[in-house]
């Protein structure tokens, strides 16, 4: 979108939300001209992407990879800036460290020398093997990017086409991503280590379409990197460009509804929890979508609908300031489950605690020093659990106590460290009820609304209301999803969709989409990707 002068005559836009998303969303229109305020609950912006600082101790209270490195440089060079002049990006090397039930490691990274050897050692021949996926995938990366993060499907029309159900093909997404990565490796431990990225976007491997290997490809293809001083940085710098083009951001300013003109549809702006009312042309929400239609916008079926779709998984983090440094573990580190799909089953299908918990190990001092004091680590523990589900009775805090227990007694046996607890002398947890309560996330789903096949591209909820066309959603349950790089696209598409509207003078006109009934289209399109597959030859294992 290009930059434009001040213009009082553009519309004026309210932004709901702080995070990545409506920082990124405000720089884009601040750059373009637009009058531009933004209102953040809390009193520190970053939503998800915040820091936490305590004793001495920086942690990351969420996103720590810093995957597909052009799409950030994509959003800065779009508001006339060189990311390389803001962010300092430091190379993960490796990209992580595994550990598995019986005590052995695997360090992964983007050397091919050192890829073949450790293969190899798993399973000889799979290094020609994994070559194809990593070919298969970089097809998933590309057309992913291209055809799905960079497009608006606005009209069922975009979504619909001969073309896009071959991309849909293509795309494997008729098959699961272990169910795809199986068909590579014959080794459990491969498998394993080729489909658990699926949790980056808060999914089972085994419910995941297979088009995530994607995922894994970026690791390799473009590395995982970290910004110095943590990933808000990338927040904070969007948050001064924004403000140095006449953004205002309001901090300590929880919204308590989106004005709706009962005569128009029209939004008129928002009403803030002290009673302030904010006038505004248009509404850019980037507050959790589910919880802000049930919240801040008047009950309806859509609503309702948008209540009973799949969520992501919730966590319980630990946020740990550890005495000494732990060498044992590398800025990336993930502790893999012995019985892989049942603890993936007890998050998705019990929405508990897996019996045998997974987990990752975040250590950003390993990378950045300033993370913690000399001669000790900040460590960040993410344990995958269930969302809240109001049908069931869950026990938070014995559910707590037993992820902090499995993954003591975890790193005890695995890294040969005793009694790892008297090493924390600085303890934060964040539990499903906090990340609800802290960041207004619907059911504490930290990666908002499952990306299943039914709830993605069109059929995912729009960027923009159905019913009320000057209302604009960003972030991880809109189009196109979750996860940092694709939040920021999302900011894209709707920048870009507002200033398409304002100057076709199309933006009080109904644009469809996101309350359309789905389950037809749904099926529809579901029974002709499984002709097509059929005609081709059926499905792959």
């Known amino acids: 979108m290009p930059s434009t002068t001040s213009n009082s005559k553009l519309p004026r ?8 998303g409506g920082t990124a969303t405000a720089a884009r229109l601040a ?11 809390n009193d520190f912006s970053g939503g998800r992407c915040s820091l936490i600082v305590k004793n001495g101790f920086r942690f990351d209270q969420g996103p720590s990879l810093y995957l597909m490195p052009a799409i950030f440089a994509e ?18 090397d490796p990209n992580y460290r595994l550990h598995f039930h019986d005590g052995d490691t695997m360090e992964l990274n983007s050397d091919l020398a050192h890829m073949r050897n450790v293969l190899e050692k798993q399973e000889p021949g799979s290094y020609e093997r994994w070559l194809a996926l990593e070919r298969e995938s970089h097809v998933h990366y590309e057309v992913s990017v291209e055809k799905v993060l960079r497009k608006n499907f606005v009209s069922i029309w975009d979504f619909f086409t001969l073309e896009n159900l071959k991309m849909a093909l293509n795309l494997h997404i008729h098959q699961t991503l272990y169910g795809r990565v199986a068909s590579f490796f014959k080794s ?3 498998r394993k280590a080729f489909t658990f990225q699926s949790m980056y976007m808060g999914m089972s491997p085994y419910d995941a379409p297979a088009t995530y290997s994607l995922l894994q490809y970026s690791e390799f293809a473009e590395g995982i990197w970290y910004p110095a001083g943590g990933f808000h940085t990338v927040v904070s710098k969007l948050e001064s460009i924004a403000k140095a083009r006449g953004a205002k951001f309001h901090y300590s300013a929880p919204v308590a ?3 709706i003109d009962a005569s128009t549809e029209r939004t008129t702006g928002i009403t803030l929890e002290d009673g302030s009312v904010v006038n505004a042309d248009i509404v850019v929400c980037n507050a959790d979508l589910v919880w802000a239609y049930t919240k801040l916008l008047p009950p309806t079926p859509y609503s309702r609908r948008l209540e009973k779709k799949d969520q992501t998984s919730s966590s319980f983090s630990f946020y740990w300031g550890l005495k000494r440094k732990i060498p044992e573990l590398g800025a990336h580190n993930v502790f893999l489950a012995e019985h892989y799909r049942e603890s993936f089953d007890e998050i998705f299908r019990d929405h508990s605690l897996p019996t045998e918990p997974s987990f ?4 950003p001092s390993r990378l950045d020093t300033s993370a913690a004091p000399a001669g000790k680590d900040a460590i960040t523990v993410l344990v995958p659990t269930g969302c809240i589900d109001p049908q069931k009775e869950q026990d938070f805090p014995a559910m707590l106590a037993k992820a902090r227990n499995d993954v003591l007694r975890t790193l005890e046996a695995r890294l040969k460290i005793k009694d790892f607890a008297s090493l924390i002398e600085t303890e934060i947890v964040n539990t499903p009820q906090v990340w609800t309560d802290k960041f207004n996330i619907y059911q504490g789903s930290i990666l908002g609304l499952s990306h299943t096949v039914p709830q993605v591209c069109w059929f995912r909820p729009a960027t923009r209301h159905a019913d009320h066309p000057n209302l604009f959603f960003v972030g991880a349950s809109a189009h196109p999803g979750t996860g940092v790089p694709v939040v920021l696209y999302g900011a894209r598409l709707v920048a870009n969709q507002i200033a398409d509207l304002v100057q076709r003078g199309k933006l009080h006109v109904k644009g469809g989409g996101a309350s359309a009934p789905l389950g037809l289209w749904v099926a529809l399109f579901v029974a002709a990707l499984s002709i097509l597959v059929w005609a081709l030859g059926g499905m792959d294992a």
């Open 13 to 20: 836009v309210a932004i709901i939300g702080a995070g990545i």
């Open 31 to 41: 750059h373009a001209g637009y009058q531009v305020d933004v209102y953040e609950k």
């Open 75 to 92: 959003t800065f060079r779009d508001v006339g800036e060189d990311i390389d002049r803001h962010v300092k990006l430091l190379r993960c």
């Open 188 to 190: 459990d431990k491969l």
């Open 257 to 259: 509804k989106i004005n």
């Open 360 to 363: 990752y190990i975040h250590v």
